[in-house]
């Protein structure tokens, strides 16, 4: 078994910034991906970024040049960078890891004036 917490969640201006962090209860380089995930209520849940072990991150067209996934091994830990945050972004964030399909609680992000 996998725990996942996130943290660092919270209310944001509009062109502002935050890091959201996913700290795991394992040592990372055993995951083969790691990715972040949001969701709107009433909507499902949306891909955001992702990590794999080599190093390859993917992005949602939505996030691309904003946003930026990390990790630091010796932490145990996943980062999302968030900059130029819009009010479109406000979600619930979650984060989760692969093999095991381990999700975590989520962390929630409002962008508003």
């Known amino acids: 078994q996998v725990q996942l917490v996130e943290s660092g969640g919270g209310l944001v201006q509009p062109g502002g910034s935050l890091i959201l962090s996913c700290a795991a209860s394992r040592t990372v380089p055993t995951f083969t991906l790691m990715a972040w995930y949001r969701r709107v209520p009433g909507k499902q849940r949306d891909f955001v970024a992702s990590?794999?072990?080599?190093?390859?991150?993917w992005y949602a067209d939505s996030v691309k040049g904003r946003f930026t996934i990390s990790g630091d091994n010796a932490k145990n830990t996943m980062y999302l960078q968030m900059n130029n945050l819009k009010p479109e972004d406000t979600a619930v964030y979650y984060c989760?890891?692969?093999?095991?399909?381990?999700w975590g609680q989520g962390t929630q992000v409002t962008v508003s004036s």
């Open positions: 989760y890891s692969r093999p095991g399909d381990f």
């Open positions: 990590v794999t072990r080599d190093g390859t991150t």
